[in-house]
């Protein structure tokens, strides 16, 4: 592996790590007995589009901490074709992507698709959300990557969960993110 993707990816660390998953809840609660936690939740539907084709992602996700790395369970709740679905088809579960600290939102989505990436499924997480897209990676890293914009909204849903993990006592294990948002 040569250029931006090695240069990026050897340089930065990885934020998050991702799983698709069939069942929230009980995946929640199988990451809980190991003692990552809390969950925070979040329903959304999010105007996307698939394959340069207008789209919409619908889904339930749960955010975690577990050290300095953000565990995210992602459960699709459309039928619609998306990067999960890519990736996991026939509402299979698995390990899906990795998310890392990039800067320039753009330039990275064009400098990986420069090297053979794919851009699958592309977004905004609300009003003055983050911006995200995941890029299929699975011939060079084995995975999706996804790329998301420094923004207010993100750093603020990164910080919640974080500083939550930190000396967490196990009460309270599932929490909706959407009131601490927006």
Same mark, same amino acid.
């Given at each position: ?38 969950? !925070? ?6 105007? +996307? ?37 890519? +990736? ?21 989505? +064009? ?20 911006? !995200? ?30 500083? +939550? ?16 948002? !927006?």
């Amino acid at each position: 592996m040569t250029g931006f993707l090695t240069e990026r990816l050897s340089g930065m660390p990885v934020v998050q790590i991702a799983w698709v998953v069939r069942d929230l809840k009980q995946s929640m609660s199988q990451w809980l007995n190991l003692g990552v936690g809390p969950f !925070f939740t979040l329903d959304t539907q999010v105007p +996307a589009t698939y394959r340069g084709e207008p789209s919409s992602l619908s889904m339930v996700i749960g955010l975690a901490q577990a050290g300095p790395v953000q565990i995210e369970l992602i459960q699709q709740t459309s039928d619609q074709p998306s990067a999960y679905t890519d +990736a996991e088809p026939s509402g299979a579960a698995g390990f899906h992507h990795i998310c890392r600290a990039y800067g320039d939102y753009d330039e990275a989505v +064009a400098k990986l698709q420069a090297e053979g990436s794919v851009l699958v499924t592309e977004g905004q997480w609300g009003e003055g959300g983050p911006r !995200f897209c995941y890029l299929d990676a699975r011939d060079t890293v084995g995975c999706f990557i996804e790329i998301c914009d420094d923004s207010e909204v993100g750093q603020k849903m990164y910080k919640i969960v974080r500083e +939550a993990a930190e000396g967490w006592d196990g009460t309270d294990p599932i929490r909706s993110l959407e009131p601490l948002l !927006f």
